[in-house]
Structures are given as structure tokens and as C-alpha cells.
């Protein structure tokens, strides 16, 4: 339905609505509307030959020149992706209020899927990389275990736990939350006493229920065995599981805990870590949890 002529002739409500219009947004958002709708045109006039900003239809932007103009934001001026997300919508915001046309929509009013996705670029473009973890060397393992052994939590079982973890963690190539949990404790995904089995005097296997590569939990064995040193992990194990057993741990109960006797949880487990690493001399900030 077209607007009556006696609405559109009248001044009392044509600045009633300019002034609720005005009012939609602050003064400093305006201001970058209008800079970047000035910079939108200023792009257009250097790239399209006979271009003229007076008669130029909002209606007839392409994605393909919304494309090139956010390409050309960053790339040329060196803005950053907040910055031409806000001069994309002082182009809205002008083929709005002054054509009632969308630039950024298609004509079934659909978002242009290709802009959303160079906008996408142009965001992660601008993250910064992820500060790459260290490993923990055998040599590091040596110096975490013999400071335990020397009783570094001044907790004899606490001391053999995180000796016992650290070295099943290296030698079984083992993630954070595979020998620890989470939140609450799963038995039938989590690390448990009837996890352990020693199926010889020199060998010993560990079910691992779940693991992230074995997304149909069909259970991974892991075998580990015995070796000269201080980082035996035959030996931790079988020290260890001496301990849950004259503790009364059942088979289904967590084979690490924490001094309290709650199951090791994966927070608590790095926390000591970092700690123990910060103690040998090592930053904490460069190991993780994936560091085994």
C-alpha cells in the first residue's frame, strides 16, 4: 500500500520521525556510520570507471563489491575486522534511511553467505597463535620423579600418585583427561583400580575406556613394562595399586586420587604439575596438560 499523500505532505510528522530516527542511534555510532559509508563511496569512485556518488543506486551493490570493499579495508587501510564490520553497517544504515534498501541482504532478504565468510577471514586473520606447549622430556620426568621422591608434597601417597601419573602419562602417551576426570567421576569411561592389570612380572596392561580417537568406546590397551631407573612405570604401578589395596579401593572405584580420597580431577592435576615444574626451574606457562 503506497503512503497517503496527506502523510507524506506532512512536516509536523516528518520530523517526528526524522527525530526518532536520529534518536535510534548514539551520536558516536552516527559518526562512524557516516565514516564509513563516506569511505564505502570513496572506494567506489577510485574503482568504478564514471562512477558518480549523486546518482549512484544503493540497490544496485553487488556482494561481489562488498567483498572487494572489505578486502580493500583491510588489506589497504589496515582496519581491523571491528572497525569494517561497523563501516558495513553505515552502508546498511544509509541504504536504509535513504533508499529502504538492505546492501547487504539479497532481495529475498537473505545475509550474503560469501561476505560472511571473508568477514570470517578477515577475524581469524587477527587471532593470535596459540602459545605452543613444550613437551616433558624423559629428562624432565627424571628430575619431576626424584624431586617427588624426595618427598616434595611432604605426603607420602600424594608424592607416589603424581610419580605414578606422570610417568604412565609419558610412557603411555596418554592426554590430561584420560587418566584423570573431569568433573564427576565416570566409571565406566574413567580411569579405575580394575583399569591396572599385571599379566606378568615384567608386564602390565591399562584399559583406557575412552579416549578421544576412540569415539565408539570400544576401549584401547595399553602395554607397559618393566625398566632400569627411576621412571619404571612397572614398578610405580605396582607401588601404587599396593597402596589402593591396603586402602580397600574397589575395582570400580578411581585408581588416582587426591589426598582427600576424591578421584583425580584434571585441574588438580595440572595445578601440581605446574607447580612442581615452577620448582625445578621450568615456566609454567610453556607445559599443559597435552605436554606428556
Known sequence: MHLPSSFRNSLELDQAVDSLWNKSINVNTRNVYST?????????????????????????VSEDLLIYFVAH???????????????????????????????????????????????????K?????????????LKILQEIVTCLQWGFFNH??????FQTACVLAFYGFLRCNEFTCRNVFDPDSNLCVSSINFVSESE????????????????IIISLFKIDGVVCPYKLLFQLMSER??????HNDSFFVEETGKPLSRNYFISKLKTIL????????????YSF
Open 245 to 250: 589395596r591396603n586402602l580397600n579401593a574397589r
Open 125 to 137: 586473520s587477527e587471532s593470535k597463535p596459540l602459545r605452543q606447549k613444550l613437551p616433558i622430556s
Open 204 to 219: 602390565i596392561t591399562v584399559n583406557l575406556k575412552a579416549t578421544k580417537t576412540d569415539i565408539f568406546r570400544q576401549g
Open 278 to 289: 615452577m620448582a625445578l626451574g621450568y615456566s609454567e606457562k610453556d607445559y599443559s596438560g
Open 73 to 123: 579495508c583491510q588489506s589497504v587501510l589496515n582496519l581491523k575486522y571491528s572497525t569494517i564490520k561497523l563501516y558495513l553497517a553505515g552502508v546498511r544504515f544509509h541504504g536504509v534511511n535513504f533508499e529502504n534498501v538492505n546492501p547487504l541482504c539479497d532481495r529475498f532478504g537473505h545475509t550474503y553467505q560469501r561476505l560472511q565468510n571473508v568477514l570470517n577471514g578477515v577475524k
Open 36 to 60: 564509513g559509508y563516506k569511505c564505502f563511496i570513496q572506494f567506489c569512485g577510485d574503482h568504478i570507471t564514471g562512477f558518480n556518488s549523486r546518482n549512484f543506486n544503493m540497490s544496485k
Open 156 to 161: 607420602d601417597y600424594m608424592d607416589l600418585t
